[in-house]
């Protein structure tokens, strides 16, 4: 129960074995290799499953095979790995295998550098794979509010039986902060994975079968629909936000993730200043907290959406935005950190009669 | 009248029609597969895992549970599986478009590790599925879509032989190089399968069993032909027999 200090990318490991992880499968790459390297030492401890892969190619099929066989299983990986990935996660959304996918995103494209970034939002929100699918994800911004997510979505894997990825940057990987790996989070009451094609089916009276070929263009069509129904239900079910000091806010900064820890500060000056703004803080990024903006208040003239990338979430406010209030940005790219003086120059701009 | 039953299909595969075309080898494979797997009792606990060719459906013809693997991937979807339900019987059935190219690291690691599983690699010179374009197993000189003129050393090397490779890894345990072009030939293949099996059974460690096999569609002739041309073409590229057994190493 106590609090431990421990680093992100070990917490992230640890809680992973609490989620109840049976079984491990990556590749290494900076910045998240303390998430293999405490697994290979703790699974076997607890009697698991870790294998080194030869790529993160054959990490995500392992995890497809371990998945569709009935385990609960885990991958991390950064940026260019998640890349190769994309076309098993695919498979495991056509076949409905859950799985947990962690991501400690680093500067890109291509092999980028080593910092910390949020360039793959649209890689984690719209994925690279081929075909109609969602992965269900987030962006926290704590490591307290990260292991709980890793161990509640083993949960969420497996009641959707959709692969879940948890998106953070390398700073929150690499951070040492207290933390408590067993924090009461919520439960889910799952059925046996039925459906498991694990070489029982003597024991069961039934074949079973993982597929996500259907040839006949009308059956393939059933099946996107079914999955639809399940995306419907994350999208109603699964957005995750927090609203910070916007009650009275005119202005409103949305940022995920190490970004919106930054902006804390920001507010805390500029309401010093007198200059009412705070902070709308996605925690999924797919679903998109759609609802968080319809709760925003009407003095909220301004949006400032600020990424660690050049504007890939400022699409999603856009969207949701729909031409009702005034939108700004701010981003930095590479790995490079905005502090909150930057941001709280952006924000001033935004003050009305600033510019009169 | 007392009536005796000669022949029967094997249990080890359903009773879905096989989607092969006449004459193509990949069916006697599957029998010799459900054959093993029925004889040795290991139908119930095993799971099947099908790969990208004209194999693809073969999730819905082994009798036993199944996973449709993505193209190349079968040996790490069946380390997957293997790790962590080490009591079930895992085998993957691959074309050479699958193994030998796109799935080549794959294939290499899980040799390399030493993974418990057994892997049938049907070696047809071809990828027949997509419509015979060139394999890295195609011979050379011979015709595909994609070597028009012939297979070219110049342009494309020489053909890839699997199973004198894997022998060179050392986690492997047990290879072997089959023909199903005549029935005696087909009962030696049977025997490959079955020591397959035993060696995963026995926990000995990684075994595959590559069958040389015909595409008489994508090669242009008919099934008699094909076997000729794979008794008088393959073979003397392709020899067949025991390329490693692991199994007499180790006592
Ligand atoms: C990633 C990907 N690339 C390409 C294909 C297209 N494709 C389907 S089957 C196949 C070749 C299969 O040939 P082989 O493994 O030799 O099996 P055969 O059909 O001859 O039995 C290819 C290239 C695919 N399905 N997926
Ligand atoms: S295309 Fe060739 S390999 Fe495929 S089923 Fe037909 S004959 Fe067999």
């Given at each position: 129960?106590?609090?431990?200090?421990?680093?992100?990318?070990?917490?992230?490991?640890?809680?992973?074995?609490?989620?109840?992880?049976?079984?491990?499968?990556?590749?290494?790459?900076?910045?998240?290799?303390?998430?293999?390297?405490?697994?290979?030492?703790?699974?076997?401890?607890?009697?698991?499953?870790?294998?080194?892969?030869?790529?993160?190619?054959?990490?995500?099929?392992?995890?497809?095979?371990?998945?569709?066989?009935?385990?609960?299983?885990?991958?991390?990986?950064?940026?260019?790995?998640?890349?190769?990935?994309?076309?098993?996660?695919?498979?495991?959304?056509?076949?409905?295998?859950?799985?947990?996918?962690?991501?400690?995103?680093?500067?890109?494209?291509?092999?980028?550098?080593?910092?910390?970034?949020?360039?793959?939002?649209?890689?984690?929100?719209?994925?690279g794979?081929?075909?109609?699918?969602?992965?269900?994800?987030?962006?926290?911004?704590?490591?307290?509010?990260?292991?709980d997510?890793?161990?509640?979505?083993?949960?969420?894997?497996?009641?959707?039986?959709?692969?879940?990825?948890?998106a953070?940057?390398?700073?929150i990987?690499?951070?040492?902060?207290?933390?408590d790996?067993?924090?009461?989070?919520?439960?889910?009451?799952?059925?046996?994975?039925?459906?498991a094609?694990?070489g029982?089916?003597?024991?069961?009276?039934?074949?079973?079968?993982?597929?996500?070929?259907?040839?006949?263009?009308?059956?393939?069509?059933?099946?996107?629909?079914?999955?639809?129904?399940?995306?419907?239900?994350?999208v109603?079910?699964?957005q995750?936000y927090?609203l910070?000091?916007?009650?009275d806010?005119?202005?409103?900064?949305v940022?995920?993730?190490?970004?919106?820890?930054?902006?804390?500060?920001?507010?805390?000056?500029?309401?010093?200043?007198?200059?009412k703004?705070?902070?709308?803080?996605?925690?999924?990024?797919?679903?998109?907290?759609?609802?968080?903006?319809?709760?925003?208040?009407?003095?909220?003239?301004?949006?400032?959406?600020?990424?660690?990338s050049?504007?890939?979430?400022?699409?999603d406010?856009?969207?949701?935005?729909?031409?009702k209030?005034?939108?700004a940005?701010?981003?930095?790219?590479?790995?490079?950190?905005?502090?909150?003086?930057?941001?709280?120059d952006?924000?001033?701009?935004?003050?009305?009669?600033?510019?009169? | 009248?007392?009536t005796?039953?000669?022949?029967?299909?094997?249990?080890?595969?359903?009773?879905?029609q096989?989607?092969?075309?006449?004459?193509?080898?990949?069916?006697?494979?599957?029998?010799?597969?459900?054959?093993?797997l029925?004889?040795?009792?290991?139908?119930?606990?095993?799971?099947?895992?099908?790969?990208?060719?004209?194999?693809v459906?073969?999730?819905?013809f082994?009798?036993?549970?199944?996973?449709?693997?993505?193209?190349?991937?079968?040996?790490?979807?069946?380390?997957?599986?293997?790790?962590?339900?080490?009591?079930?019987?895992?085998?993957?059935?691959?074309?050479?478009?699958?193994?030998a190219?796109?799935?080549?690291?794959?294939?290499?690691h899980?040799?390399?590790?030493?993974?418990?599983?057994?892997?049938?690699?049907?070696?047809?010179?071809?990828?027949?599925?997509t419509?015979?374009?060139?394999?890295?197993?195609?011979?050379?000189?011979?015709?595909?879509?994609?070597?028009?003129?012939?297979?070219?050393?110049g342009?494309?090397?020489?053909?890839?032989?699997?199973?004198?490779?894997?022998?060179?890894?050392?986690?492997?345990?047990?290879?072997?190089?089959?023909?199903?072009?005549?029935?005696?030939?087909?009962?030696?293949?049977?025997?490959?399968?079955?020591k397959a099996?035993?060696?995963?059974?026995?926990?000995?460690?990684?075994?595959?069993?590559?069958?040389?096999?015909?595409?008489?569609?994508?090669?242009?002739?008919?099934?008699?032909?094909?076997?000729?041309w794979?008794?008088?073409?393959?073979?003397?590229?392709?020899?067949?027999?025991?390329?490693k057994?692991?199994?007499?190493?180790?006592?």
């Amino acid at each position: 129960m106590a609090k431990v200090l421990m680093k992100g990318n070990e917490a992230m490991a640890l809680a992973a074995i609490k989620g109840g992880c049976d079984a491990f499968f990556g590749y290494p790459i900076t910045p998240q290799n303390e998430v293999p390297e405490y697994l290979s030492y703790h699974m076997k401890e607890n009697n698991r499953v870790f294998v080194q892969a030869e790529s993160e190619v054959a990490a995500i099929n392992m995890v497809y095979g371990a998945a569709g066989a009935g385990a609960r299983v885990l991958t991390s990986s950064s940026s260019p790995g998640i890349a190769l990935k994309q076309e098993g996660i695919s498979y495991m959304a056509g076949s409905e295998l859950p799985a947990v996918i962690i991501n400690v995103m680093r500067g890109g494209p291509g092999l980028g550098g080593i910092q910390p970034s949020q360039g793959d939002y649209n890689q984690v929100t719209r994925g690279g794979g081929n075909g109609d699918y969602h992965v269900l994800s987030f962006g926290p911004e704590t490591l307290q509010e990260t292991v709980d997510l890793v161990r509640h979505a083993f949960d969420l894997a497996d009641y959707y039986r959709n692969p879940v990825m948890i998106a953070v940057d390398g700073l929150i990987g690499q951070m040492m902060e207290p933390v408590d790996l067993d924090n009461k989070i919520a439960s889910m009451d799952l059925p046996t994975k039925e459906w498991a094609s694990n070489g029982k089916s003597g024991e069961r009276g039934r074949l079973n079968k993982i597929v996500s070929l259907h040839l006949d263009p009308y059956d393939l069509e059933k099946h996107n629909l079914k999955l639809k129904k399940k995306y419907d239900e994350m999208v109603e079910k699964e957005q995750r936000y927090e609203l910070i000091n916007t009650d009275d806010a005119d202005i409103v900064i949305v940022a995920y993730g190490t970004v919106a820890r930054v902006a804390r500060s920001t507010v805390k000056t500029l309401r010093e200043e007198g200059i009412k703004v705070g902070i709308l803080r996605p925690i999924s990024l797919w679903p998109f907290p759609e609802k968080a903006f319809e709760k925003l208040p009407e003095s909220v003239h301004s949006l400032l959406t600020v990424e660690m990338s050049l504007g890939q979430m400022h699409q999603d406010v856009r969207i949701v935005n729909e031409g009702k209030r005034n939108l700004a940005f701010y981003g930095r790219a590479g790995g490079v950190v905005p502090e909150a003086d930057e941001i709280a120059d952006e924000v001033r701009k935004l003050v009305k009669g600033a510019n009169a | 009248m007392k009536t005796e039953t000669i022949y029967q299909p094997t249990k080890g595969l359903t009773e879905r029609q096989l989607t092969y075309c006449p004459g193509c080898t990949h069916g006697i494979i599957h029998k010799l597969i459900g054959e093993v797997l029925v004889e040795k009792g290991l139908l119930d606990t095993s799971v099947g895992i099908a790969s990208v060719g004209c194999s693809v459906m073969s999730y819905e013809f082994f009798n036993c549970d199944t996973q449709q693997a993505a193209h190349g991937r079968a040996p790490a979807v069946a380390t997957g599986i293997k790790r962590t339900n080490p009591d079930a019987t895992v085998f993957t059935y691959q074309g050479d478009g699958d193994l030998a190219s796109i799935g080549l690291a794959e294939i290499v690691h899980a040799a390399h590790r030493g993974e418990n599983i057994t892997v049938i690699f049907v070696n047809n010179a071809i990828y027949g599925m997509t419509g015979g374009q060139m394999a890295p197993t195609t011979l050379i000189g011979q015709k595909t879509t994609t070597s028009p003129r012939g297979r070219d050393q110049g342009d494309t090397g020489l053909p890839l032989r699997m199973s004198e490779m894997l022998a060179t890894v050392p986690g492997a345990t047990y290879l072997e190089r089959v023909s199903v072009h005549d029935p005696k030939h087909i009962r030696k293949a049977k025997k490959a399968l079955e020591k397959a099996f035993d060696v995963q059974t026995n926990k000995q460690g990684f075994s595959m069993i590559e069958f040389i096999s015909t595409c008489p569609v994508n090669w242009g002739m008919t099934p008699q032909d094909s076997l000729n041309w794979a008794v008088d073409q393959m073979i003397p590229y392709y020899p067949l027999g025991l390329y490693k057994d692991g199994t007499k190493e180790e006592n």
